[in-house]
């Protein structure tokens, strides 16, 4: 009988102190995490990056795409609520709607607003960022088509999302 008590102690010895270790740890981070960032700090956060969003500068954009920016962008950033939405959701058309869809956030079109290589030529701004990171963009140049694109960050292969942005914003959604 002493034979089958010797495992569920050991077990116990060596389980309850790496318990006791990751809960600790987890509430020394989280203390930490909460003194660096007090109340005041994120709002005053939330407010820039809401300036930041809802402050496009379209020239600067119209610039790096060497066109006109689609007239249906435009008025996408003018709607405050979609903009700052934080629960939008991108059903891609080849995926089944049960599996869900793509987390996607807008992003900010600003002088702060920096270009990323998306191949070894194009430099682009994203418009969009997925639940990923990976950057949801129009390609820049006078003759391209305002077609929507993503560049995954784990592969760096390019996906057509949408044919032109009035489909891509018909295909986001606020999951409530």
């Not at 994120?42 to 407010?47: F, P, V």
């Not at 807008?106 to 990323?116: K, P, V």
């Not at 998306?118 to 088509?145: A, W």
Request: proline share 6%.
């Amino acid at each position: 009988m002493n034979d089958l008590l010797i495992i569920p102690v050991y077990v116990a010895i060596l389980i309850i102190p790496a318990i006791v270790f990751l809960v600790a740890r987890d509430r020394i981070e989280q203390f930490i995490w909460n003194r660096r960032n007090p109340p005041e700090k994120l709002a005053a956060d939330r407010r820039v990056y809401e300036q930041r969003i809802l402050s496009p500068d379209w020239d600067r954009y119209r610039a790096h795409l060497g066109r006109e920016a689609p007239s249906a962008l435009m008025a996408a950033y003018r709607d405050q609520s979609l903009v700052l939405a934080t629960n939008l959701e991108f059903q891609h058309p080849d995926d089944d709607e049960q599996d869900g869809g793509w987390w996607v956030r807008f992003e900010a079109l600003d002088q702060n607003a920096s270009g990323e290589l998306v191949d070894e030529t194009t430099s682009v701004l994203r418009v969009f960022s997925d639940m990923f990171g990976s950057p949801i963009y129009l390609r820049p140049g006078p003759h391209e088509m305002d077609a929507v694109y993503t560049t995954h960050h784990d592969g760096g292969d390019t996906e057509l999302l949408a044919p032109d942005i009035e489909t891509f914003l018909r295909l986001i959604r606020r999951a409530d």
